[in-house]
Structure formats: structure tokens, C-alpha cells
């Protein structure tokens, strides 16, 4: 049952629409389906529009009703620490030192005294019960600190990915002792904090019962009315998002060229294809002679396509990674096979194995990667990945459908707004 929209959230988030990409998603979602839930949301993002990754789409997804106000961002710390980390004076393994500390605690550190003041401006006004912030970039948490210092509005800290305790995190070790430091402040001075996973670490003790788990989703709303077919001319591993640093794919190209040279695969009937931003070098290079297609960023509609219309789906994250991409639960609703690249800790490594939703092989397992490969080539070429050979969709929407979620944080919102009434 539907609930009109009684109460008022403010969400204090970098990346929102027209910015795209995987964090975008998870705050326009909750945006879209928590007036369902009795919440009404107004929304303080960025006025800058540097970002790599845009799509205008994401807008339709934002309700008519919702107010959204673009916070300035004073860009010049970010460019000056970015035109300075590329001086040969920064020795060594210390080249990005100058940006990272004009930039700490993250390069969109400039967004915070336009955020802070927008999201003052609306707090003044009475009318709202509870804020959110959403991190990365973590600036949007200082935001949340000092807004909840100065007002004493209740207010929920979301982690969309870890800080100081991310392994992904290269930051020099003074650097992360700052970081360390302001994250016990955020999860000691908030009234909740979520995080995506139950593994996910945060710096610091956290009270018993503050700490909630609300995972990424999937809409159902996004899927295709009609399902497009796999190609057939060519077996096509698809992998959507960036490439960059260690998320590379590199094993599974490795792993591809192998096959290749040894003869099980023939390299002139597969394509791997990328869709999105590509910072890894040399891709050619390391995968021989199979063919790569890079298509680049697009849109969040032409992705889930992608997804359809591949024969297999790869997850690729690097070995200590303990988070779920959200594209990762789209992929599950795809109905095509994945192909998880990651450690055996990690709980995108856990759930498609539990969902049976593909093959789990650890990055270091050279073998077990060349089984799974071989095991999906077979597949295809007898006919079998033609059909849906994935996560079951009703298994996937019952536990991750984004109307459910955005249900789990209305209730967290009620929860913490009754609390501090009570006191």
C-alpha cells in the first residue's frame, strides 16, 4: 500500500542526476520510491559538471515533486592539486601528493562550503525531519557533521563504498590517519549509519543497533518490456562500468588469451566488450588476439541492453574488494550468466555463487578461471546460453527490487526521527 508523502528528508549527495553512474543510481532510486513510503525528499547536489560519466536519463526518474538544488563548487583546489601532481618535483610513489592533500578528503573537498550553506538554508525553513548523506565523495559526510552540529536534526550517514578502512583507498598513511579520525566523528555523531554490505568496515566502535545494512538494487521499472536475445554470430563477454587501476580484467583477458593459444577457443568468433569509461592501459596487449570493442560510457538504458543482449556478464573486482557493485544486482536481473572475477571473501562472490546466478573464481585461480570460460564457450556453442541461464528473477526482485529498499530506509528514517523525539 502507497502512503502519501507526510514527513520531509533532506539528501545531501554529490552524485545525482544528470551525473551517471553506479553511486548516481542508488540515491535517485531511494529518491524516486521514497514518497511510496511516506517520505518526500529534496535534494542538494553539485552544480559542477566535470564528471565523466553523464546521463540525462536518469532525470526521468526523479518525480516531478521533487526540489533539487545545485550547491556551488569551488573547482580551483581540485585543479591546482591536479596540475601539481603532475610536477616531476613530487618524487616517486608521492606524485599525486599535492592533490590529494588539497583535495582531502576527496577532490570534490571545494563542494563542501556551497553544500553546507544550501543545506542550512533548507534546514532553517523547519520543515524538514531527518537528512541524509550519501558519501562517495566523502565530503557529503562532513556536510552531514557539521549541519547536524549546528541543528541537531536527526541524521543517517550512508556508505555507499568504505573510507579509511577501503582497501581501494591509496592514500599516503597521514592521509589516512585524517580520514580515519573524521569517519569515528561521522559514525559517532550520526543517528544511523548504513552501509551495503554486512562485511562493509567502518573506523571506530559502533553503538549496537545503529548500523543497518541496506544492499544495492535493482528496479523493476528498468527492465526491458521485451527481452532482447543473446548475438549468436559471435560468442560476447560483456563487461559494463570503468576500467581503471587494479579493475582492469586483465585475468579474464589472460585467461582468454590462453585458451586462445592452446586451442580451445577460436579468438575469431568472441568479443569482448566494454561499456564504459576505459583507464586501464594497454587492453590490446594483454589480450592477444581476441577482439575488444570498446563502446564507452552509456547511458543507463543502452547498458541494461548490453547486459540482454551478451552472452555472459563479467564482475571483475580486485581481490580485497568486500563491496557489490550495484550493476553487479542488474546483471542478476539480466537473466545472463556472470562470470565473477574477485576474491573468495568478497560478497559479490557469495551471492552469485548462492544465487547460482554464474561461476565465483578468485583472481589468483588461473585455472578455475580457465574452467569457467571453457565451461561458458561449451555452452554457447552447443546452443545453451541462448535461453536464460542466470540468478532466478523472482529470487532477485523479492530480495533487491529498489521499492523494497527504499521501504527499509523510510523505516530507518522513522526510526531515528521517533527516537529523538522520545528524548
Given at each position: 500500500m502507497v502512503r502519501p508523502a507526510s514527513r520531509s528528508v533532506l539528501v545531501v549527495a554529490?552524485?545525482?542526476?544528470?551525473?551517471g553512474g553506479g553511486g548516481v543510481q542508488r540515491t535517485a532510486k531511494f529518491v524516486k520510491y521514497l514518497p511510496q513510503h511516506g517520505w518526500l525528499p529534496t535534494v542538494i547536489t553539485t552544480s559542477a559538471r566535470w564528471y565523466g560519466?553523464?546521463?540525462?536519463?536518469?532525470?526521468d526518474d526523479i518525480p516531478p515533486e521533487i526540489c533539487v538544488f545545485a550547491a556551488a563548487e569551488n573547482e580551483l583546489l581540485r585543479r591546482v592539486g591536479n596540475r601539481l601532481s603532475g610536477h616531476r618535483w613530487v618524487p616517486g610513489r608521492w606524485r599525486y601528493l599535492p592533490a590529494q592533500v588539497l583535495g582531502w578528503p576527496d577532490p570534490m573537498s571545494g563542494w563542501i562550503p556551497g553544500a553546507l550553506a544550501a543545506t542550512l538554508r533548507e534546514l532553517r525553513t523547519g520543515s524538514y525531519d531527518a537528512v541524509i548523506t550519501t558519501s562517495a565523495p566523502y565530503s557529503a559526510h562532513i556536510v552531514g557533521a557539521l549541519a547536524r552540529g549546528l541543528t541537531g536534526i536527526p541524521w543517517v550517514a550512508d556508505f555507499r563504498d568504505e573510507w579509511s578502512q577501503n582497501p581501494e583507498l591509496k592514500q599516503p598513511e597521514f592521509?589516512?590517519?585524517?580520514?580515519?579520525?573524521?569517519?569515528?566523528?561521522?559514525?559517532?555523531?550520526?543517528d544511523r549509519v548504513i552501509v551495503t554490505t554486512n562485511g562493509a568496515c567502518l573506523a571506530g566502535p559502533v553503538t549496537p543497533g545503529k548500523r543497518t545494512t541496506i544492499t544495492n538494487g535493482v528496479d523493476p521499472a528498468d527492465l526491458p518490456a521485451n527481452t532482447s536475445l543473446p548475438r549468436t554470430d559471435r560468442f560476447t563477454l560483456s563487461f559494463i562500468g570503468s576500467l581503471y587501476g587494479d579493475r582492469d580484467c586483465r585475468e579474464v583477458l589472460l585467461g582468454l588469451r590462453r585458451l586462445s593459444q592452446q586451442g580451445v577457443i577460436d579468438p575469431d568468433r568472441i568479443e569482448?566488450?566494454?561499456?564504459?569509461?576505459?583507464?586501464?592501459?594497454?587492453l590490446m596487449g594483454v589480450?592477444?588476439?581476441?577482439?575488444?570493442?570498446?563502446?564507452?560510457?552509456?547511458?543507463?538504458?543502452?547498458?541494461?541492453?548490453?547486459?540482454?543482449?551478451?552472452?555472459?556478464l563479467v564482475a571483475y573486482l580486485?581481490?580485497?574488494?568486500?563491496?557489490i557493485p550495484g550493476k553487479v544486482f542488474e546483471y542478476l536481473a539480466s537473466g545472463r550468466p556472470i562470470l565473477c572475477v574477485v576474491g573468495r571473501g568478497s560478497a559479490t562472490f557469495e551471492m552469485v555463487r548462492e544465487l547460482r546466478a554464474g561461476y565465483s573464481v578468485e583472481p589468483t585461480d588461473s585455472a578455475g578461471l580457465d574452467l569457467a570460460l571453457t565451461d561458458l564457450w561449451r555452452k554457447w556453442l552447443g546452443g545453451e546460453l541462448r535461453k536464460d541461464a542466470g540468478a532466478d528473477l523472482d529470487e532477485v526482485m523479492r530480495r533487491y527490487s529498489r521499492e523494497r529498499l527504499a521501504g527499509d530506509l523510510a523505516r530507518v528514517l522513522e526510526e531515528v526521527t521517533a527516537a529523538r523525539q522520545a528524548r
Open positions: 554529490y552524485f545525482f542526476p544528470p551525473l560519466a553523464r546521463d540525462e536519463s536518469l532525470v592521509l589516512m590517519r585524517w580520514s580515519e579520525r573524521v569517519e569515528r566523528i561521522v559514525v559517532r555523531s550520526c569482448f566488450r566494454v561499456a564504459g569509461n576505459v583507464w586501464a592501459d594497454d589480450a592477444g588476439g581476441i577482439r575488444i570493442t570498446q563502446l564507452g560510457y552509456v547511458s543507463h538504458q543502452a547498458a541494461l541492453a548490453e547486459m540482454r543482449s551478451a552472452d555472459a580486485p581481490s580485497a574488494s568486500r563491496s
